[in-house]
């Protein structure tokens, strides 16, 4: 009887441990970032040449997985964060590390402010901190909570005006962000619920109109997202959202032919939609990952560009990958991690009934009868 | 068949109510005082505020049809125990729709089992406007109720978490205040009763720390007929009267934002 749930423990505690690989291009297209577990590679764009960080402060990059990165929309900053419970904020034009904050827990999401002035992110206990960017703040105040839940992601609205936060609960709140953040952000515009029976992973850029009809488009994105990572789906869905007709609809099918690949994060900059896929290894060996390229998504002309068509070539690659071409082996080896990495994104951790009840019976509830 | 045949009926197939009265006796219904709010839910939570059939709550006031309702809960007595403060502010309050949100099942039961019994047994087609849901009020109040649906919240005698690393799963905390200030309506009254002292200051504290919240004047507290009943109403506070406890109170009105 013990057997199977020690297993399934060991099973989970794995899943954990693996991280997947993530990209995010700079809004302008000036350079692309890739991380793979702890590692940080950045390739720029406009000299076609791979970047060294510079990090002056006693800790050397990240020490562990980097599970959260991000360009300011201004293109002037990036963050990068993770189970290392360090924000890093470089500067995007020098590559120098401006300020590494201290959380006390693993980070899991991170936002930077539209003005540049403030970096919220939020760990496993559902708080999000806030931090002024003034280049001397080491610690992040608390600036609103979801109880008990972990956020997935955060995301500022376009004009400035909200924070949104995603949980692990299924429910996404909407913030006004107020002109004193240190203070703390309490009141709530919204929520954003009817999301059924799945884990929101990835917040799609909001429009400026908080409607109903976006939260509808939301929850069927992430009803879509499940249903295709179940089927075994590899590549990318187009999906157009028609706020005034109440529909969305699938306006491309972008699957990378030859091989296998499940991308683990994708980031758009001027119609180049940049993919990744991989996933650390856990250990202190290299993580796996893939770079692959879609060119102008949005128009007819769209194609998936081969190695030697992309942008920075296989320069890129070769920062970014670690190497120019990759084994089929490798990558086969490889998949099994990355499906695991984004399993355990998705599906929110379930607890067997046996187990519940077995706990549920070594306790005492009975009163003795007086 | 007259009303009291029917009980004795009823109470011959239903064991756990007694005899005399047709209500569930307590006695087996016990359950631990304490119920862990970090804890996963296993029970089924609404999608959103319009997924909840009301319906099932309220029959005589919501029909079938949930579109049709002009009607919605406006008092929430969140950790609502045995239902004591729910059943008296059922009667004063005939014409508004109450609900209890409690994390114990076995509770939860007792109170659903009160208050069908008391239906049955009314006079005058009381309490059809008080019903209970077992959920974690701390997690899922979004879920229950739009922005300003509420007129009224009430906390009583909440669990203390007396240990400092503790103090997160406080019922009441500047944090879930945020969300509390969410279902309330502007002008709306958040009620809150403790009979230990530390958490009396802690809570009054988290009160007058939030922007969204302003005290209410000694007058108005004199002439608002439920302040009373906080003390007198539940089972606890009758506890708390019984061994000559003090108790400590915080009633709030919920304000527009103030920067």
Redesign the interface.
Known sequence: MEEPHIEEEHNQNKLIDVAPALISVHPSHKAIAVTVGSDLRVFNLIDNSPVTLVDESNESFHKDSVRAIRYSASGKLFVSTGDDKLVKIWSAESWRCLNTICSEKRVTAVAISHDDSYVCYADKFGVVWVVELDGITKKGVSLLSHYCSIITSLEFSPDGRYILSADRDFKIRVTVFPEEPLQGAHEIQSFCLGHTELDIWNLMKPSKRKSQLLIYALSQILLLQRWLFKGNFQGILLLSCDLSAHTLSITKVIQIPGESFIPTSISVSTSTLWMVSGASSGSNQPGYSRVRVVSCMDSEKSAILEDEQIPGGTKLLEKLQGKVSIEESVMIAASEAVRTAMSSLLMKKQYSEEKRELRKRSRNDKKTTN | MGQSEILIMESETKPTFSKSTGLPRKRFY???AHSN??S?S?FP?P???A?VDFSLHFPKFVGANNEEVSKKVEFADIGCGFGGLLISLATLFPDTLMIGMELRDKVTEYVKERILALRKTSSGGQYENVSVVRTNS???I??YFE?GQLSKMFFLFPDPHFKEKNHRRRVIS??????Y??VLRAGGIIYTITDVEELGEWMRSCLEK???FESLTQDELDSDPVVELLCSATEEGQKVARNGGQTFRAVFRRIA?V?
């Open positions: 016990r359950a631990r709010p970090l996963d296993h939570i999608i959103s505020p997924h701390m997690k899922y979004p879920n922005k500047v944090d879930l205040l945020d969300e200030a969410y939030h922007p969204m934002y920067s």
